[in-house]
């Protein structure tokens, strides 16, 4: 039973450059989690996906950034027009259930904006 | 600001002693997480403890819960050298069914 796979696992962008940030969830799991972890800090909510639907996104930014779990396929988080601020080690987590009790993480993906 | 705050937010401690990690909060919760994150790596749930609990065991974990005091502990018994991680603590806010929120974590490490 693979884990929750992410991919890349380090992505290097210019300013400007979008980035694209793939997770697939545990088999057979259908919510999706996405947080940003800044050096030194925890792990900030961004937003909470199930298959085709965006339940909470409160922790997106407004702009630059959006985020899709589609029918088939992974879930993508993509930012736009990156900027230096948005260098973060970015992860995904699956749950079985529509609750948050254990979430599954990824290894993360590192961005970092030259 | 910040829902679970995690202290100390650095400890060190010789292999075979116990090592005690304490996480305060500010609202009511649903239930509150343990997460293990090694260097460079996603984090691994550890441990959860519902609201109506006091008090959880697994394995060498042992994790508590003060609602009164909105506090928690973890507590790692027999240290080892693999123990040597960040550990956090995770709560869902305002009993929100979404998201958890994370503390800045503890820096462990386990000297062999």
């Known amino acids: 039973n693979a884990g929750v796979m992410q991919n890349p696992r380090h992505l290097v962008r210019r300013r400007g450059q979008e980035a694209r940030l793939r997770c697939s969830p545990v088999?057979?799991?259908?919510?999706v989690y996405w947080y940003r972890q800044l050096p030194e800090e925890g792990l900030k909510f961004m937003v909470y996906?199930?298959?085709?639907?965006?339940?909470?996104e409160s922790g997106m930014p407004k702009e630059r950034f959006s985020a899709e779990f589609p029918k088939e396929g992974p879930s993508i988080l993509r930012i736009q027009q990156v900027v230096r601020g948005d260098s973060a080690a970015y992860f995904c987590?699956?749950?079985?259930?529509?609750?948050?009790?254990?979430?599954?993480f990824g290894s993360g993906t590192q961005l970092s904006v030259l | 600001s910040q829902q679970g705050e995690e202290d100390p937010q650095a400890l060190s401690i010789q292999e075979g002693e116990n090592a005690t990690m304490n996480c305060s909060y500010k609202?009511?919760?649903?239930?509150l997480q343990w997460y293990r994150q090694n260097s460079g790596r996603g984090l691994v749930h550890l441990i959860l403890?519902?609201?109506?609990?006091r008090e959880k065991h697994s394995g060498r974990l042992r994790v508590t819960l003060d609602t009164s005091k909105k506090s928690s502990s973890l507590l790692i018994t027999a240290s080892r050298a693999a123990d040597t991680a960040s550990y956090f603590c995770?709560?869902?806010?305002?009993?929100?069914?979404?998201?958890?929120?994370f503390g800045k974590g503890i820096t462990l490490s386990v000297r062999p």
């Open positions: 995770a709560t869902d806010a305002n009993g929100a069914n979404s998201k958890l929120t």
């Open positions: 088999k057979g799991h259908s919510h």
């Open positions: 403890i519902r609201s109506n609990e």
């Open positions: 987590a699956s749950s079985a259930r529509a609750t948050n009790e254990k979430l599954f």
């Open positions: 996906l199930q298959k085709e639907n965006i339940i909470d």
């Open positions: 609202t009511s919760i649903n239930n």
